[in-house]
């Protein structure tokens, strides 16, 4: 069974870059979808971005041209480059996997989520 770890979460200032991690175990996540959620205080939680087996990446509106979502090589870990960060982004985020090689929204396996908050 994979196991999600994510790391890398803390409070920033505004406008400041975050790099969060998403370590998998004991096997890698090359040959699955990977995808990244998040969860503000109050509110559902929400897609935020996915990755491919190929590479391919799409993010959800709010975080185009800001954030940037990929694997190492080895795929034991993904990331989530966080740019230009924003009050909006304070949120509980968290790491999925569908076990398949394809996205289709579905997810099999989560980790226990990294919390960032922005500070102004």
């Known amino acids: 069974q994979v196991k999600l770890v994510e790391s890398g979460g803390d409070s920033v200032q505004a406008r400041w870059s975050l790099l969060l991690s998403c370590s998998s175990s004991?096997?890698?996540?090359?040959?699955?979808?990977m995808a990244w959620f998040r969860q503000a205080p109050g509110k559902e939680r929400e897609w935020v971005a996915s990755?491919?087996?190929?590479?391919?990446?799409t993010y959800a509106d709010f975080v185009k041209g800001r954030f940037s979502v990929s694997r190492d090589n080895r795929g034991l870990t993904t990331y989530l480059q966080m740019g230009s960060l924003e009050p909006e982004d304070t949120a509980m985020y968290y790491c999925?996997?569908?076990?398949?090689?394809?996205?289709?929204?579905?997810?099999?396996?989560w980790g226990q989520g990294t919390q960032v908050t922005i500070i102004t």
């Open positions: 990755i491919e087996t190929n590479g391919r990446a």
């Open positions: 999925a996997a569908r076990l398949r090689n394809w996205c289709d929204g579905r997810h099999d396996v």
């Open positions: 004991p096997v890698s996540v090359n040959n699955y979808c």
